[in-house]
């Protein structure tokens, strides 16, 4: 069991009532891994005190964010094995911190932490000496050039409603949410102007660029180095204000696409923005059931429909699956099950899509069924289908060649794929409730430590 550094902070607690609750945290639950190319992984811990039931297999319908208290973050390289990065880790970074995502190169790591503040990290600095090594403020605003040098040279006041970020597999592009219109600085020169502040219970989707004047330089402190803009509705000009949703960037080191699913109210809905550069949503499909968080990477779009929908323009509804959208020719793979079926995930290339399933049996493309006589019922599995093949691997194979390390009760679920010539896959195994984060290798079926 790995066990954290000393001293968990709560937030509101005295420090005595910190001392007095628990010196050492402990790892109870690892979840939502990413994986990069060059074999970095990052997920979220939960600590004790924290029971390790209060996440699901399908959290994924709908979002949930997690409370901030007693979560973490952990970066580590699998190749030798060294952990890059953990938070909380005081004196220096002592607040907690969630949903970390990873890029494509393993060098950029993105999380918000407890006080409502996204970050960037850049992973390949490890000596904390180091004046680059600490993580970087993303969700900043209010920020001033009183010179007119063109340089920022005012502390950015820091946004306190930040959270859920995702960064493209690129690195440059941020995305995030918040409730503070001040955030809004289109032209990156700290003027705003502000954005119309969110109805109760609403949220501003922000996109932040690193690199917005295309030098090639990250997070430069002048003007119009970067910028950060909310995303409009369909009109081009005013926020498009969403619930609580999670958005997702291309996970290829190219992409500028966006989407997320969220529920209007009445409709569970799926937004697919093309390029965030040039943002304009477009309103893929509408159902009265939830879709999962989509996948993005190339041209193709993965959503897990749990109920018939309607894609927009559409005469006849479509059936419950997991649907892989080309956007540039709007051809469509679609995987049917006899089982629950969590959020899909792409491989960075986009070639191919895991996801989690109580499957025993699958169709695909409307094909005849296959069978999985192998498969216990009702127990999670993950499965890597290539896109133009069918299925390629599960965590099947895994049960049968180590049944101790992978008891046939054990859960697998929630996925993460780095490009599919790279052969690792991660994923959730939970065993008696509690949650690990395995890392194989596909080639050879062998776990990596």
């Known amino acids: 069991m790995r066990v954290m550094t000393k001293w968990a902070l709560l937030?509101?607690?005295s420090a005595l009532s910190l001392w007095?609750?628990?010196q050492v945290s402990t790892v109870t639950a690892e979840l939502y891994p990413w994986i990069a190319d060059n074999g970095v992984v990052v997920w979220q811990e939960l600590y004790a005190p924290r029971r390790t039931d209060l996440f699901q297999p399908s959290a994924d319908f709908p979002v949930n964010p997690l409370p901030t208290a007693n979560i973490g973050?952990?970066?580590?390289?699998?190749?030798?094995p060294v952990d890059l990065f953990v938070l909380p880790n005081?004196?220096?970074f002592p607040r907690f911190a969630g949903?970390?995502?990873?890029s494509a190169d393993g060098r950029w790591l993105v999380y918000y932490d407890q006080s409502g503040q996204v970050y960037v990290k850049d992973l390949t600095i490890t000596d904390p000496a180091d004046p680059n090594y600490p993580p970087k403020l993303i969700s900043y605003k209010n920020w001033e050039d009183t010179n007119n040098d063109d340089i920022r040279?005012?502390?950015?006041?820091?946004?306190?409603?930040?959270?859920?970020p995702a960064i493209s597999g690129s690195g440059r592009i941020v995305a995030f949410l918040s409730r503070d219109p001040e955030v809004n600085d289109p032209n990156g020169d700290g003027n705003g102007p502000s954005a119309p502040a969110p109805p109760s219970g609403r949220w501003l989707i922000y996109i932040h660029d690193r690199d917005a004047d295309g030098n090639g330089t990250l997070d430069e402190a002048k003007v119009g180095g970067t910028t950060t803009r909310f995303l409009p509705d369909q009109s081009g000009t005013n926020p498009l204000f969403v619930r609580l949703t999670e958005v997702r960037l291309s996970l290829d080191s190219t992409g500028r696409a966006l989407a997320f699913s969220v529920f209007d109210g009445t409709n569970w809905q799926l937004w697919y923005v093309a390029d965030v550069q040039a943002p304009k949503p477009t309103l893929v499909a509408q159902s009265l059931a939830p879709f999962s968080i989509p996948s993005l990477a190339g041209s193709r779009l993965a959503f897990t429909a749990s109920g018939p929908f309607q894609f927009e323009g559409a005469t006849q509804p479509s059936p419950p699956g997991i649907y892989v959208v080309d956007t540039n020719t709007n051809q469509t793979v679609v995987i049917q099950t006899n089982g629950v079926n969590g959020a899909p995930v792409l491989s960075r290339d986009g070639s191919l899509l895991a996801f989690h399933s109580t499957m025993t049996a699958y169709r695909l493309n409307g094909g005849s069924w296959q069978t999985l006589p192998n498969k216990?019922?009702?127990?999670?599995?993950?499965?890597?289908?290539?896109?133009?093949t069918g299925l390629v691997w599960s965590t099947l194979?895994?049960?049968q060649a180590s049944p101790a390390q992978f008891p046939p009760y054990a859960a697998c679920v929630n996925p993460a794929l780095p490009s599919s010539s790279v052969n690792l896959i991660a994923f959730q195994e939970i065993v008696n409730g509690a949650s690990r984060i395995r890392i194989v290798d596909r080639s050879n079926n062998s776990v990596i430590p």
């Open 397 to 399: 194979v895994l049960r």
């Open 73 to 80: 973050i952990r970066a580590r390289q699998i190749n030798p």
């Open 90 to 92: 005081p004196p220096t």
């Open 376 to 388: 216990r019922n009702a127990v999670d599995d993950v499965f890597v289908f290539n896109l133009a």
């Open 153 to 164: 040279d005012s502390i950015p006041e820091s946004s306190e409603t930040a959270i859920l």
């Open 99 to 102: 949903r970390p995502q990873v």
């Open 11 to 13: 937030t509101g607690l």
């Open 20 to 22: 007095a609750v628990a």
